[in-house]
């Protein structure tokens, strides 16, 4: 089908019959008309006036989504659209409350590369206590405020870490007390595991602990997993070593199901020597 397009009203009006003269939509009159064109052609059909004036369109696409979206808030519809999307939004907020916090901390806990085994590892001597270690992510001071009892018992407190990412969390904490009889091994390992604790973002902690020797000095290593912010299972090590008013803890975690970062973890508390 052909058609002449209105000046007016952009109206497309199908060419049908020879005597067209005025719009379909506005009623004004076209640009264009048999009657006046045949003038100047006077041995020319309606059919070529056809083919030779009118224009071809073409249809619209319908929008399926659009049409739908269209009926559906007609207002007998309104009702059934108010539930649909009410429960829509309860079965997509229970989703995110039950499985949303895991495949969060999924991701930012992703499995260790294995390039990291066999990458370039940094060794570096830190803090006062002059503490040893190879680690495959560069660790940065990361101290924290302690609390009012602790800090009244600590002259010296530094803290080290990894940043974010790479699969493998590696905190080295120092601590020097001002008095020896507060640092014993037993307390040393109570209090790194309260500290781990207390704020309530690990649960279901199993571990068990090992007497080690560090450069000749008493430690205790933890190895077990926990349950981090109630959404993703994290095996760790936590190894502390005291001598005198010193104290040494170097806390690793990655996630439970990752051999690579059991690896690492190894191969870190491995390299530690404390001089």
């Not at 969390?169 to 120092?174: P, S, T």
């Amino acid at each position: 089908m052909k058609y002449l397009l209105c000046s007016h009203c952009e109206h497309p009006n199908a060419l049908k019959s020879e005597y067209q003269t005025f719009c379909e939509s506005c009623g004004k009159k076209l640009p264009h008309n048999f009657a006046e064109w045949r003038q100047a052609h006077p041995m020319a059909s309606f059919e070529e006036f056809r083919q030779t004036i009118g224009i071809y369109i073409k249809p619209k696409k319908t929008n399926v989504v659009a049409a739908w979206a269209q009926r559906q808030l007609q207002p007998q519809n309104r009702g059934k659209v108010i539930i649909f999307f009410t429960l829509l939004f309860v079965c997509i907020a229970t989703a995110g409350t039950l499985f949303g916090k895991k495949a969060v901390y999924t991701l930012l806990y992703p499995k260790v590369a294995k390039s990291s085994l066999y990458g370039n590892w940094t060794t570096a001597t830190i803090g006062r206590q002059a503490l040893e270690i190879s680690t495959p992510l560069k660790l940065w001071v990361h101290d924290q405020p302690l609390g009012p009892a602790e800090a009244g018992l600590t002259e010296y407190a530094k803290s080290y870490r990894n940043e974010d990412g790479g699969g493998v969390q590696i905190e080295v904490n120092l601590r020097t007390y001002k008095n020896a009889e507060q640092n014993t091994l037993d307390i040393a390992v109570k209090q790194t595991n309260a500290c781990l604790l207390e704020n309530g973002q690990v649960t279901d902690m199993n571990y068990n602990p090992v007497a080690v020797l560090i450069s000749g000095m008493p430690g205790t290593l933890e190895e077990g997993t926990y349950t981090y912010k109630k959404a993703i299972k994290l095996a760790f090590s936590n190894l502390v070593v005291v001598k005198g008013n010193s104290r040494w803890q170097i806390h690793i975690n990655y996630r439970d199901d990752d051999p690579n970062g059991q690896e690492v973890a190894r191969r870190v508390l491995k390299s530690v020597k404390i001089k």
